[in-house]
Nanobody, 117 residues
Framework: QVQLVESGGGLVQAGGSLRLSCAAS????????MGWFRQAPGKEREFVAT????????YYAESVKGRFTISRNNAKNTVYLQMNSLKPEDTAVYYC??????????WGQGTQVTVSA
């Protein structure tokens, strides 16, 4: 059974940084593309970043490009999202997800990120 558990969220002032982690269980974790998404109150869930199995293919939403960095450590079954220069509009629940053949199939429970002005 696949389980994804996010951590690292919290309250931070604008301009600050946070690093989110997503620990995955179930094998073979290292062969799957992983992604981060977020959902702000009253808004639809949106894509943030994705990383393929070996870390060579990485994509970001335009809104976070240059500020966020996605990475993974396959030995630890963990994917990370380093978030710098945070803005109030980054406030959301952040989810990690594992991609199957065509869509993201497994999701974590989410971690709250709140950025104060």
């Amino acid at each position: 059974q696949v389980q994804l558990v996010e951590s690292g969220g919290g309250l931070v002032q604008a301009g600050g940084s946070l690093r989110l982690s997503c620990a995955a269980s179930g094998r073979p974790y290292s062969t799957y593309t992983m992604g981060w998404f977020r959902q702000a109150p009253g808004k639809e869930r949106e894509f943030v970043a994705t990383i393929n199995w070996n870390g060579r293919d990485i994509y970001y939403a335009e809104s976070v490009k240059g500020r966020f960095t996605i990475s993974r450590n396959n030995a630890k079954n963990t994917v990370y999202l380093q978030m710098n220069s945070l803005k109030p509009e980054d406030t959301a629940v952040y989810y990690c997800a594992r991609k199957g053949l065509t869509a993201y199939e497994y999701w974590g429970q989410g971690t709250q990120v709140t950025v104060s002005a």
